[in-house]
Structure formats: C-alpha cells, structure tokens
C-alpha cells in the first residue's frame, strides 16, 4: 500500500500538480482495515484540498491494490496552539517559567523588563 501511495504522489508530482495538493500528497497512509486506507491531515483545510482528489486517488489505489473496496478515511490530527509572546513582560514570565534561577538573577542585579 506505501508504494502505491509513494507511486501516485510521483505520478501527480510529474503531473505537475498545485504545491497545496502536493501538502495533501506529502501525508502519511496507514491501512485500518481489510478496505480502509486513513490518512492523516493536519487541518480541515487540507480535507477540502484533499476532497479535489479523492475520487481519483481512491481508483488509483482500487486499480493498483486490485481490490475494488478500498475506501479512503480522512483524520485530523490536532496540533498544540503555542500562544504567541509580544510583550517584555510575556517573554520574561515564560523565560522564568522555563528557569526559575533567571526571577534570582533579575532581582539581584536590579533589572527592570519594562526598558
């Protein structure tokens, strides 16, 4: 199944198809079933980009797999939000976060963030 999959994302490469479909391709398989092949995406976006293909994937890997069963499942991995630092102050409590000895070293030399 990995070097149907390998063999289809060349095709569509010589293809010439769009780098957002390329995203879509660059995702790993994984069989779930006797006739489900899930793969997994990183945003619902890419289940919209993904969907543009689908049919054709599917009779790919049908022709290819000779089995004419093969369903393609679709799984959204979440991904950890990282909460952006703008401020001194942010940059500063999530540094002493990380190492508790920077708040003693601030203290003793007299620094002051806000500068």
Sequence with gaps: MQQVWLAYKKESEEKGVSDTEMLVLNRTVTKTG????????????????LERQEQGIVQYFRKHLKNSLIQLQKAVSEQEKSKKLYTSKEKYDYMVEQNPALKDLKERLGLDFEF
């Design 34 to 49: 006797e006739h489900d092949v899930l793969i997994q995406l990183a945003s619902s976006l890419e289940i919209s980009i």
